[in-house]
């Protein structure tokens, strides 16, 4: 039987997609036997904006056994407690979507529903005042969790990186290498197919050699060279929900220490990023062309860098959406070529990340079971869709009237699921997790709240306590949060502290 195991894997592509694949797979598969070739092509630039990641990137480095204050070193990274929102509900509004959780669960109920009931008290405290990164960014300030103080809120502490996307390929390319990965120079021409089954067989190079396998990684990013142009597997267009279709970016020098924070601020066609690093700051503006031009977009974008401009800007253009099979017959695509949701909530590299994991889960032989291949097309489904309500969610729930573009995200049709989510959490402050989805109760609730979503009515288990007792005990929870606050320290006095350590 050992025959029809799976011998050789071709990735397609490097950058982060094709490097995290090859990392990734090295390690897990652990077979000297299985060959894993990776071909890229100096000539083909990667997109390389994304610089923004969610906690989830912590378990992946954990799983290659990557050294912390290492990658922080090698990625310019600094740490990301959660993201700014500008303008999204109200010009002049902004709100943070934490990693961490609001304050402490109790008798059973999620926090907010205790929180929902005592904001309607008079002077009572706002939400961010028990919300430990809340506090902590609002003051440039950042810790490590401390799993060892159990039942503290500093045990609960969540965080992610923000770091430079190319250097982030170069450290995972390094990782891959070093488990016996080969990288193949050359730019991919053409995709020769079996005629028996339409299996892709090999790749062909410009210098006319031929790469043969038996599974093929396709990350060869936006034009999905496999997944795409050999296979034809079709792609969903999501624009009418996500209308955003082109993005400009480009680095800017720092106006100061970097803050433990990512800042989405809305502009009146999209939203400009600016996540800062260690020796800069990376910026971009997604929007959308119906609404605004290319000059206009980089000269709103220009109009907001905080320092002088570093390098040429970098237009793209791209449709939301998923491809209708993401794993068809030998190829599967990861990354930009799977598909693409905007980089609001920075979910680009755990759908990465995510998609590997699945198709380990999933790892074929030779006979490519169909019912897998159909589980695993599910699976990657179901979690797009389940991120772009989550991002489709932060344009619906605003209420600007001041352009044409937020007049229409505010009135448009929008996903069943998303409909019945929002209905149920307006009608009485309900939330919950679907399906293992990537977005907690707590993100849902950031959003709703930081966005003017306020529902009807709370949990009514929560009435059988007085309203002095809700006092009290809401009372003590602020002051733990702040109390808290005295284990953390300035942003960047920590960070080069660990950066300068082993």
Excluded at 135 to 160: C, D, V, W
Excluded at 411 to 417: A, V, W
Aim: proline share 4%.
């Amino acid at each position: 039987m050992h025959d029809k195991n799976i011998k050789d894997i071709v990735i397609v592509g490097g950058g982060t997609a094709g490097w995290m694949a090859a990392s990734a797979l090295a390690i897990m598969l652990r077979n000297p036997q299985i060959r894993i070739r990776l071909v890229e092509s100096e000539q083909i630039g990667t997109v390389g904006v994304g610089e923004a990641t969610i906690p989830h990137i912590r378990y992946f480095n954990q799983l290659l056994n990557l050294n912390e204050n290492d990658f922080l070193r090698k990625t310019n990274a600094t740490f990301k407690a959660g993201i700014e929102f500008v303008n999204w509900g109200q010009v002049g509004e902004r709100y943070f979507h934490s990693f961490s959780p609001y304050g402490v669960n109790m008798e059973g109920v999620h926090f907010h529903h205790f929180w929902l009931r005592h904001a309607m008290r008079e002077g009572a405290a706002p939400i961010d005042e028990y919300n430990l990164h809340c506090l902590g960014a609002k003051q440039n300030k950042f810790t490590h969790p401390k799993p060892e103080l159990r039942g503290s809120p500093l045990s609960t502490i969540e965080y992610a990186f923000q770091f430079d996307a190319a250097l982030y390929a170069k450290y995972m390319r390094g990782v891959a290498e070093s488990r016996g990965v080969q990288r193949i120079e050359g730019k991919i021409v053409d995709a020769r197919k079996r005629a028996e089954d339409g299996f892709v067989e090999s790749v062909v190079l410009e210098s006319g050699e031929e790469v043969a396998g038996d599974l093929f990684i396709d990350c060869s990013g936006f034009r999905g060279l496999l997944i795409e142009q050999a296979l034809e597997s079709g792609y969903d267009d999501w624009s009418h929900y996500l209308p955003c279709n082109r993005a400009v970016a480009q680095g800017c020098e720092s106006d100061g220490p970097p803050i433990p924070y990512t800042r989405a601020t809305a502009h009146k066609a999209g939203w400009q990023w600016r996540i800062p690093l260690q020796n800069r700051i990376g910026n971009g503006h997604v929007y959308c062309s119906d609404y605004i031009s290319d000059d206009e977009a980089y000269a709103q974008l220009k109009s907001g860098l905080d320092g002088a401009p570093m390098g040429e800007p970098k237009f793209l253009r791209f449709t939301t959406g998923i491809r209708k099979k993401t794993w068809n017959k030998n190829v599967v695509a990861l990354g930009l070529s799977a598909g693409f949701l905007e980089p609001l909530e920075s979910t680009s590299i755990h759908l990465i990340q995510s998609a590997v994991a699945r198709l380990l889960t999933y790892f074929p032989d030779k006979h490519f079971n169909q019912k897998d291949i159909d589980h695993f097309n599910y699976k990657t489904q179901l979690e797009f869709e389940q991120v772009r309500d989550f991002l489709i969610l932060h344009y619906y729930a605003t209420q600007r009237t001041d352009s044409p573009f937020w007049n229409y995200v505010r009135s448009m049709e929008i996903p069943e699921t998303l409909r019945e989510r929002i209905d149920i959490y307006m009608e009485n402050g309900r939330l919950y997790r679907d399906n293992h989805e990537l977005f907690s109760e707590n993100s849902w609730f950031a959003v709703f709240e930081g966005q003017n979503f306020r529902p009807k009515r709370y949990h009514p288990v929560i009435d059988f306590m007085s309203d002095e007792a809700l006092d009290r005990r809401m009372a003590e929870v602020r002051r733990t949060m702040h109390k808290c606050l005295d284990a953390f320290e300035d942003h960047s006095t920590y960070l080069n502290k660990l950066c300068q350590s082993g």
